[in-house]
Structures are given as C-alpha cells and as structure tokens.
C-alpha cells in the first residue's frame, strides 16, 4: 500500500513564525504535492515537484515556498505565517502527473 | 475559475439507497477521477476514467462521463453509512497539466 505521512496531524503557531511542514512517501513517486484546503473553497494546488530539486508554482504559490533535496521528501515551508494561513494542509503523491495522487492525512495548522 | 462543479452540495440518503453525484466541468479533459474524503482526513482516490471511456466499474461504484455535455456522475449502489464522506471530482485538462479539484459533496447515509 502507498503510504504518504505528514509530520504533523495538528499544528499552532504564531504570527511570523517560520513553519515547516513535512511530507514523506514511501513509493518512490516522482510527482509530489501540496494543497491547501479550506471551506467553500475546495483544494488550490500551492507547489507541486516533478522530480528532485525541481518544483513549479500552483494556483496559490504566495507566502510559501518548498523544498524538494529528496525524492521521498517535500516540505512546505511558510516564511512567515499569518492568520490567513490557517488552513488543513495536504501532502500528496503520484507516479504521473496525469492520474492519480495518493494523499496524506494532512496537517490542520493554526496561526494565531 | 472552477473546472469541476459537482452537484448537489450536499445529499443525505437512507442505507440501503443508491446515491448519485454529478460533476461539470468547463474545458477539455484527459481524464476525470473522483476521490473520497472522510471528516478530517486526507483523501482517498476512488476510480478514474479516461476522455475515451463512457462508463467504469469498481465494486459498488459506478462512474460515466460524457464528454459531449462536460459531465460525470458517480453511483454509490447500496449505500453503507461508512459511506459517509465528502466526494470530489477532479480533472486532468491535457499532459503534464495539474490535477483540478471541485469543492465537494457532502454525503450523508444514514443508518
């Protein structure tokens, strides 16, 4: 079975704290992505990486950047977080772009 | 702009009871996929079918696309409370494209 983990289940933070979350699978994906979530609003592609060291912007890419120096490893990283990044955060991964993606169980992370 | 708009938001049946749940979309697809979600949870894809197919099976789940309107719709037979869950359809639009989430249907089955 495929097998995606995120660091975190719940996350509290501060405003302006630098946030790391991290996301691990253990299929030896190519493809690895992250979305955020939230009510009314569905999931918006933030960053996805289509290989090592490689990544492209999503729909939201703004107040985020991310990290890919592994092939199993993809972390999202929030610079500098604010309220208005409160959101459940998912890690997902796939051996192609085009079908399916296989989701973590995500990160519902607070800034306060 | 949305590509996937699923239909209705939200719809509660009695176990037993098949449910049914649509999605449009606005341009040109490579494959649509459906995906489960239970409360607080990530993510669960449950079938894809490609721009060519009209109609796929899985255990009890049935799924048809038509291209010619900008619609699937997916057919939970016999439905289980365990069910229960928000089900989103998701769209690829061509090669190497990303992957387009509709907002969700909230489906509730009861015992």
């Known amino acids: 079975d495929v097998k995606v983990t995120q660091s975190s289940r719940y996350l509290v933070k501060r405003t302006g704290e630098k946030v790391f979350l991290e996301c691990v699978q253990d299929?030896?994906?190519?493809?690895m992505f992250w979305y955020r979530q939230d009510p009314g609003l569905g999931l918006r592609l933030i960053y996805f990486?289509?290989?090592?060291?490689?990544?492209e912007k999503g729909d939201i890419p703004e107040g985020y950047s991310v990290s890919r120096e592994k092939k199993e490893r993809f972390s999202l990283i929030l610079e500098s977080a604010s309220t208005n990044q409160t959101s459940m955060y998912l890690c997902?991964?796939?051996?192609?772009?085009?079908?399916?993606?296989?989701f973590g169980p995500g990160t519902r992370l607070t800034v306060t | 702009s949305q590509q996937g708009e699923e239909d209705p938001q939200a719809l509660s049946i009695q176990e037993g009871e098949n449910a049914t749940m649509n999605c449009s979309y606005k341009?040109?697809?490579?494959?649509l996929q459906w995906y489960r979600q239970n409360s607080g949870r990530g993510l669960v894809h449950l079938i894809l079918i490609r721009s060519n197919e009209r109609e796929k099976h899985s255990g009890r789940l049935r799924v048809t696309l038509d291209t010619s309107k900008k619609s699937s719709s997916l057919l939970i037979t016999a439905s289980r409370a365990a069910d229960t869950a928000s089900y989103f359809c998701?769209?690829?639009?061509?090669?190497?494209?990303?992957?387009?989430f509709g907002k969700g249907i909230t489906l509730s089955v009861r015992p």
């Open positions: 997902a991964s796939g051996w192609d772009l085009n079908y399916e993606q296989y």
């Open positions: 341009t040109s697809i490579n494959n």
């Open positions: 998701a769209s690829h639009t061509g090669a190497n494209s990303k992957l387009t």
């Open positions: 299929m030896d994906h190519e493809n």
């Open positions: 990486s289509y290989d090592v060291k490689m990544k």
